[in-house]
């Protein structure tokens, strides 16, 4: 498969580049930075050099074409104000989602957020961050050319992963490991199986290849 990851240089989406080419994958890593690259050559991918906040659409379907699946995994990050949530967390996911229908990319899963809601009110910097996630996942669940997938993962830590999860349409609060995210997000690109779930992570009892398949299943 050729996989294409937007926020390439990402903490989650380094470790899924790994996981990726380490089974055989093309993986293409979309960055803005030039120092970045050699990060990304390292975890096994190709670095694009594309600013998602910027970019055209057509820019950004090029990237895409001839790919079997795309990631959004980019964020503004937890330093960034307001207008970043707006632009990165929302804009870019919604110019990732239009270039992916452009380049004929069906296979489209969303890193998002636990609590992510287009109607969450308030002022502060998270609850900006929490309306664009849901905005942009809105947007995304609304395109008929896309088989999406949306994963909310809940509190996000650096632990080594135990590859043992709870992955659910609900799944109550909980934190989970980026290495268990990146392992659960290999698994989501690789089928459309889970196409038109919006589903939740967090840590569990239940190895990852078998979450995927039970909510699959459903």
């Given amino acids: 498969m050729r996989i294409v990851i937007a926020g390439g240089h990402g903490q989650i989406a380094l470790r899924l580049e790994r996981l990726l080419s380490a089974r055989g994958d093309e993986v293409a890593g979309i960055i803005r930075k030039p120092e970045q690259a050699a990060e990304l050559r390292a975890a096994g991918a190709d670095p694009v050099l594309l600013d998602l906040e910027s970019a055209s659409v057509e820019e950004v379907a090029e990237a ?47 890193v998002s957020s636990m609590g992510a809601d287009p109607h969450h009110t308030g002022t502060e910097v998270f609850d900006v961050y929490q309306r664009a996630k849901g905005e942009a996942d809105a947007y ?19 632990e080594p992963g135990t590859g043992l999860v709870r992955l659910a349409a609900h799944t109550g609060r909980g934190s989970v490991a980026r290495d268990d995210v990146a392992a659960v997000l290999a698994d989501l690109v690789e089928s459309s199986s889970t196409a038109g779930l919006t589903l939740e992570l967090i840590e569990g009892s239940v190895p990852v290849a078998v979450a995927v398949k039970a909510v699959a299943g459903n």
């Fill in 64 to 110: 895409l074409r001839g790919a079997d699946a795309a990631v959004f995994a980019a964020g503004a990050g937890p330093g960034s104000g307001t207008s970043r949530k707006e632009t990165v967390d929302k804009g870019a996911a919604v110019l990732f989602a239009d270039a992916a229908v452009r380049a004929g990319v069906r296979r489209f899963v969303v």
């Fill in 140 to 158: 995304v669940t609304a395109q008929d050319a896309l088989d999406w997938t949306i994963l909310r993962p809940g509190s996000l830590t650096d």
